[in-house]
């Protein structure tokens, strides 16, 4: 109990990453990177229909400092690229990024000049949720498996 | 002091960046920088087929996709200088409205959100619900639909469409009537939105400024009106006008939009020729994978006169409700499903119409289609040189000469009206960087 190193997680080192993993999956501040299209359904989901306030993820926090996910809504073009890889940068840890929309995941059907294929090229990335737009019901199903992700890895303290 | 509102911002409208020069609270100069979605619509256009060319118009004002579906329409049609069948104007008409009701919602919401109003942006979004069920009752999706069709639409209404279409419009028109005593007398929001972010009348005209946020100076163009389409001219409906041309009176303008689009709605759905439910099938109806089983064992006799039932992403495209909504000419639209799986004929006229360099082939020439988007006139300026992609597409953007005129309604106000303004122009970047 007192001195726990090089023995593995004891009981209440892993109760405690537990417990941390079930806080931090029902309070998600998320940083609404709205750039295109997807962003109507980001409203549609975040609104009274199909809500995200009953998992915990519905105050967005619109600095970058304030929030621990950042939603990539909409397509990214090379122009906004740095922009998403600044606001990435000044989040703090611990820190998870949503691909929202096909356009964020592989570049969508904008195989061109001007996008970026995918945001995975410039951030890491955590869930992927693809649909152009993705129904709020996949929106929702992508918010269960980060939950689930936030959960159970190894927390960060 | 220079400050830099980036291109991600807390507003809920788009990618922008401005930049400002401020002294203490007042706003002396702002200068726009746009670009930051600009994702090669032009260029993609010109890579594409004209049918393939369809869901790049859909994602320019993704909150009214329908309005741009039939503007690129209507420009290809004109070049190939056909006539639509009758229901499908009808058809045109209702749905263009009811995407000017989601495209008008949501500005109101957003901008309603970004001044505090919280309540407001639920209850429309709620409103915006119940339109989405409609557009997906039709086209199958909700938001990014393709449902416009070189010579039509993809195809005929659903059965069961009116009731819902009414029920919705009821609910709907509840939820406005809500939001206006909420908003319209709100000491507060009138505060915040009178006699801020003037657009003078000289200014929309030499800004080339058109749509609401040019009637609410009080310019009477409304390109429903001046350049009919369609069966506009057969719609009776007013064209709101404001006076000053605040934030104020371009929300007025906006909600009293939305009444009026609700009327045309109605209006259309009781003037669609062949009625608003779907044809009843009669005599024999069997299941498309029968009819096509039957075909390939070579059963063919009498299968031009039967009536299938398809899935029901292909619902509306069967032989009976065919020509009601796409042209009969072979060389303009595909076949009915029936057709394609059940005689070779079919099959050869669908081969035709999609395989590459095949397919739609207009005359070489050029033509501009003008349509009274959500925000404005959205024209699509479309050149062919006769092979089966088109030359050249522009978009006229109706949000790119709004913003060119961003700057005189923003200069002298306060930091904080700039989001209110900037809310109120209704800003939509896929539409303002192609």
């Not at chain 1, 951030?123 to 689930?148: F, S, T």
């Not at chain 2, 505060?191 to 749509?211: H, M, P, Q, W, Y």
């Amino acid at each position: 109990m007192s001195s726990e190193e090089g023995q593995g997680p004891g009981f209440f080192t892993s109760k405690l990453e537990r417990m941390v993993g079930w806080a931090r999956k029902y309070s998600i501040f998320q940083y609404p990177f709205v750039t295109a299209c997807c962003g109507m359904e980001y409203m549609s989901t975040a609104s009274g229909h199909y809500d995200m306030d009953r998992f915990g993820a519905g105050l967005p926090r619109f600095s970058p400092r304030q929030a621990d996910v950042l939603f990539v809504v909409g397509t990214i073009s090379h122009k906004m690229a740095p922009v998403l890889v600044r606001v990435y940068e000044q989040m703090c840890e611990p820190k998870w990024v949503v691909a929202f929309g096909v356009c964020t995941c592989t570049g969508g059907f904008y195989d061109n000049y001007a996008t970026v294929q995918g945001i995975d090229t410039i951030v890491p990335v955590d869930i992927y949720i693809p649909g152009c737009p993705p129904r709020p019901e996949a929106v929702l199903d992508g918010l269960m498996k980060l939950q689930e992700k936030i959960e159970k890895q190894k927390q960060f303290y | 002091m220079l400050v830099n509102i980036g291109p991600s911002h807390p507003a809920m409208h788009g990618v922008i960046r401005l930049l400002t020069e401020l002294e203490g609270e007042k706003v002396l100069k702002v200068q726009a920088e746009i670009g930051y979605l600009h994702r090669a619509f032009e260029k993609s256009c010109e890579n594409s087929t004209w049918t393939q060319a369809m869901p790049y118009t859909d994602r320019l004002n993704y909150v009214s996709p329908l309005i741009n579906n039939f503007g690129y329409c209507g420009a290809v049609e004109k070049l190939l200088g056909i006539e639509i069948p009758e229901r499908c104007k009808y058809i045109r008409v209702l749905m263009s409205e009811v995407s000017r009701i989601t495209d008008h919602l949501t500005c109101i919401a957003a901008s309603a959100m970004e001044l505090g109003a919280m309540t407001a942006f639920l209850y429309l979004m709620k409103a915006r619900e119940y339109l989405y069920e409609i557009v997906e009752e039709v086209t199958g999706a909700r938001l990014t639909i393709s449902y416009g069709r070189i010579g039509g639409v993809k195809s005929d209404l659903p059965a069961g469409f009116e009731k819902n279409l009414l029920d919705s419009l009821k609910k709907v028109e509840r939820e406005l009537s809500e939001v206006d005593r909420l908003l319209t007398r709100n000491r507060i929001w009138v505060d915040r939105t009178r006699d801020v972010g003037v657009l003078t009348k000289e200014n929309a005209i030499s800004f080339a400024i058109t749509g609401p946020v040019a009637r609410a100076s009080g310019i009477n163009y409304d390109v429903r009106k001046a350049f009919p389409y369609f069966v506009y001219d057969r719609m009776q409906f007013d064209v709101p006008l404001g006076e000053r041309g605040d934030n104020y009176d371009r929300y007025l303008v906006r909600m009293e939009e939305m009444r009026q689009s609700i009327r045309i709605v109605r209006q259309a759905l009781h003037d669609l020729p062949g009625g608003a439910v779907a044809v009843d099938a009669q005599g024999e109806v069997i299941d498309s994978f029968d009819l096509i089983d039957e075909a390939k064992l070579g059963h063919t006799a009498g299968l031009l006169r039967v009536n299938t039932t398809v899935e029901p992403t292909l619902e509306g495209t069967e032989r009976r409700y065919r020509d009601r909504v796409l042209p009969k000419g072979r060389t303009l639209a595909l076949p009915s499903k029936e057709d394609t799986y059940s005689n070779i004929e079919g099959l050869m006229n669908h081969f035709k119409m999609i395989m590459d360099y095949h397919g739609i082939r207009p005359p070489a020439g050029e033509a501009y289609f003008p349509v009274e988007g959500a925000n404005g006139e959205l024209g699509f300026y479309v050149v062919s040189d006769g092979s089966d992609r088109p030359y050249r597409v522009r978009a006229r953007p109706p949000c790119f000469f709004n913003m060119a005129g961003l700057h005189t309604m923003l200069e002298g106000y306060m930091v904080a009206d700039i989001i209110a303004t900037f809310g109120s122009i209704n800003m939509i970047a896929g539409e303002l960087d192609r």
